[in-house]
């Protein structure tokens, strides 16, 4: 599909977020830890916090399209009352994952966890912003903005989940895919509901393209609290892993880069 100008508009206005989501420690541990336990650990606090970011995702589509549909904006909303029933019950999958991995460490580690302890962690505030911003969004007279959400946060299985998968499966090994369900699953679906999304974003700037900005800044939005909240994520699986993380190599990297720019300048 030919891009519109708005279209093109809004990924120039979303791109700075883009580009800060990339650099994130939590999206860079997620890709590239190396070390068996820190990675496992992140994976039991991502999946066991990501609960909460999912359980309401059907009903904040559905809220958004209804919302749409009061205020005249009859196509949009019926599309995401439509979509939003896909989204059903994919907190389930993660619990699922999640006993998969708290089985997996058990038998591994001598700190013993359950499933329980684990969906029972204190939400970090990354977590309460992302349930805000949807609320806002449907609560106000722009609710179309929740597809600039579902856009940017789909966007990112898409762009990151082949690397996260193959990132967990070489570094803990095969059986670790048994608890990797709803990454997997999203992987594969999120192609589509990112193609769904896009031409959804598309038809909401055929409606109106003054738009654009409202939605590159909600987009944006979601995409900091996201990455927010995989930062948050690294923090907190610390506690389980009773282990400090090695950062030694990151800024051996990092001042061997500084020293080589600060010597071509001179």
């Not at 589509?61 to 205020?71: P, S, V, W």
């Not at 904006?73 to 006993?99: C, F, P, T, W």
Request: negative net charge; charged residues 25%; hydrophobic residues 35%.
């Amino acid at each position: 599909m030919k891009q519109s100008q708005e279209m093109f508009d809004y990924n120039c206005l979303v791109h700075k977020a883009r580009t800060r989501f990339h650099i994130q420690p939590g999206i860079n541990f997620f890709l590239t830890q190396s070390d068996k336990k820190q990675m496992h650990a992140f994976l039991l606090t991502w999946t066991a916090l990501s609960v909460s970011n999912t359980q309401p995702v059907e009903g904040w589509i559905r809220r958004a399209g209804n919302k749409c549909i009061q205020l005249g904006y009859n196509k949009i909303g019926q599309r995401l009352v439509d979509h939003s029933r896909q989204e059903a019950d994919h907190d389930k999958m993660l619990v699922e994952d999640l006993e998969v991995l708290v089985q997996l460490w058990n038998q591994k580690y001598e700190n013993k966890i359950t499933t329980k302890e684990l969906l029972s962690l204190e939400l970090p505030q990354s977590t309460k912003d992302y349930v805000t911003l949807h609320e806002n969004v449907i609560n106000s007279d722009e609710p179309f903005r929740q597809v600039a959400i579902e856009f940017e946060i789909e966007r990112i299985s898409v762009n990151y989940g082949p690397r996260m998968l193959e990132s967990v499966m070489y570094s803990l090994g095969r059986e670790f895919t048994k608890g990797l369900g709803f990454l997997a699953e999203h992987v594969e679906l999120d192609v589509g509901h990112t193609a769904f999304n896009l031409r959804l974003l598309d038809s909401c700037f055929k409606e109106n393209k003054a738009w654009v900005n409202s939605m590159a800044e909600t987009g944006s939005t979601a995409l900091n609290i996201y990455g927010q909240f995989l930062n948050d994520c690294v923090v907190q699986c610390q506690k389980i892993s009773q282990q400090k993380l090695d950062l030694s190599e990151v800024r051996k990297l990092n001042q061997n880069f500084i020293d080589q720019f600060a010597d071509s300048i001179q």
